[in-house]
């Protein structure tokens, strides 16, 4: 019995090695579709996901597949391919509740508009793309070799490499912790009134600063020819791998979690008297305050000096705020004038400043 098992189990080795010299070589060629713009790639990429993520019972993806991808001749579907969709059945939600086939159909209906609507608009938005990251050539900077700086690189393939080195970024949690952190930081305020009306008041303000000048610091920072270099002096070592810590990242971990503390234990600062300022004779009329300024107060001050030395081209007219940060209203024979009213001051005497709601509109 072992001899007639041992010798079909070498029966079939020998027929399948010799099936295998028969056979023709292995097909390496690939009949790869037309190139397609950055605008197309990201539309594709964008496209699976929102297919993904509407119609999750196509596990194949088959049924958007030819709306995301185009096919050999460079073709796009308008259409999602309601043949490749699992049949309806009753089921259960996430709670355990039955699911009704008639919402069923009505949610397909509508996850596949969703998919259809994005296909719509395809073109308008490679065309978005194209035009925000053309592909042009732009100076290769020092992240290079020393022998390639200052050489010629497309923009969209140094995109490309960027973006192919974030995965790294992925695999050791880097990404999805700071996505986690930033969704928890917008439950918080969702869930807390009062940050979503300072946030609310900041929008008040909207027009204040024009989008020129709010550029003004970040524009030159951003030009600097060696702020690469500036931030691996800098910041590299504050970050080092947890493993090899230096002394800097020793540091800057122990400040963050100081800083950390300060902002988990913060609680209001206690009403001051106003801050007045005098001249004392007896000192050839150097300012006198009237107590110790608070750290925003402080603050304040230094943000506000103003002196020709700051300058780097013609200065530019912006609002100009009060203590609150809102718009200054004038005063008009000492009173603020119609339509504003000042009717909220200490213990509802005026205070000089125009009122404004708890939206921050006047």
Do not use: W
Request: charged share 20%.
């Amino acid at each position: 019995m072992k001899a007639r098992v041992a010798k079909g189990v070498l029966a079939s080795i020998v027929g399948t090695i010799a099936c295998a010299g028969c056979a023709a070589d292995f097909d390496t060629s690939r009949n790869a579709p037309p190139p397609r713009s950055l605008g197309h790639e990201l539309f594709t990429v964008m496209c699976d996901r929102v297919g993904a993520q509407a119609l999750r019972e196509d596990v194949t993806g088959l049924s958007f597949h030819f709306v995301c991808h185009p096919d050999q001749a460079g073709k796009y579907a308008d259409r999602v391919d309601p043949t490749f969709l699992p049949e309806l059945s009753d089921t259960t939600n996430i709670d355990g509740k039955p699911v009704t086939l008639k919402q069923q159909e009505a949610n397909r209906v509508h996850n596949v508009a969703r998919v259809e609507a994005l296909a719509r608009r395809r073109e308008d938005f490679a065309a978005a793309i194209n035009a925000a990251i053309p592909d042009t050539q732009i100076a290769q900077t020092s992240c290079g070799a020393p022998s390639t700086a200052g050489a010629k690189i497309g923009l969209q393939h140094e995109l490309a490499d960027t973006l192919g080195r974030l995965v790294e970024l992925y695999d050791d949690d880097t990404i999805p912790t700071a996505t986690r952190a930033f969704g928890a930081t917008l439950d918080a305020i969702k869930a807390d009134p009062d940050a979503q009306a300072a946030l609310a008041r900041f929008d008040a303000r909207r027009g204040y600063r024009p989008l020129g000048n709010a550029l003004g610091v970040a524009r030159p920072v951003l030009a600097y020819p060696r702020l690469l270099d500036l931030i691996h002096t800098v910041v590299v070592p504050l970050i080092a791998d947890s493993a090899t810590p230096t002394d800097s990242s020793r540091a800057f971990q122990a400040l963050t979690s100081v800083l950390y503390e300060e902002l988990r234990t913060s609680q209001a600062d206690m009403p001051v008297a106003p801050l007045a300022v005098t001249t004392d004779p007896t000192l050839d009329g150097v300012s006198v305050i009237s107590r110790p300024r608070s750290l925003l107060e402080g603050m304040r001050e230094i943000l506000s000096l103003q002196n020709a030395a700051f300058s780097t081209g013609a200065p530019t007219y912006i609002v100009k705020r009060d203590l609150r940060g809102y718009a200054s209203v004038s005063l008009v024979a000492g009173a603020v004038p119609s339509p504003f009213v000042d009717l909220t001051g200490p213990n509802g005497a005026p205070d000089g400043l125009a009122d404004v709601d708890p939206l921050g509109q006047f």
